[in-house]
């Protein structure tokens, strides 16, 4: 059953900043999109590097080591040389919390619901690595 994990809470991560958070064995990339919140798997799939690192750019991060840039809210990713998007994660705030949907492993949901603002509001979610529109 999926639940929501406390993982940050929102005076820890200002507008256009990342976080690398660790959460039950996954490690996520956490954004404050101007006060919308987005998770991604932090992991880059092209050689592994820390997406949560590289410079935010409205809803683009272009990672630090290659320079290929990622959605932060779909994880899509958009330049080579990385060729997968990661996967992306519900979040939740409630109060001052930031919340991230946990779900066991196995269940894919490709819940594409609206970016809501204020307390409450969640990102959308595809919680399964997806290929991308870049060929190879
Ligand atoms: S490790 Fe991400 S683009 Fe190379």
Request: proline share 6%.
């Amino acid at each position: 059953m999926a639940k929501f994990l406390k993982v940050a809470t929102t005076g820890e991560l200002a507008p256009g900043q990342a976080k690398r958070v660790e959460v039950d064995g996954k490690v996520i990339a956490l954004f404050n999109l101007e006060g919308s919140y987005h998770a991604i798997d932090d992991t880059c799939l092209h050689r592994g590097g820390p997406l949560s690192k590289g410079p935010v750019d409205g809803e683009v991060v272009t990672y630090p080591w290659h320079g290929s840039k990622f959605n932060v809210k779909s994880g899509d990713v958009l330049t080579p040389p990385a060729r997968t998007g990661v996967s992306s994660y519900r979040i939740r705030v409630s109060g001052s919390d930031i919340k991230w949907k946990w779900r066991p492993e196995g269940i894919v949901c490709d819940d594409q619901s609206a970016d809501l603002t204020g307390t409450g509001r969640e990102g959308w979610v595809r919680e399964s690595p997806k290929a991308s529109h870049l060929g190879g």
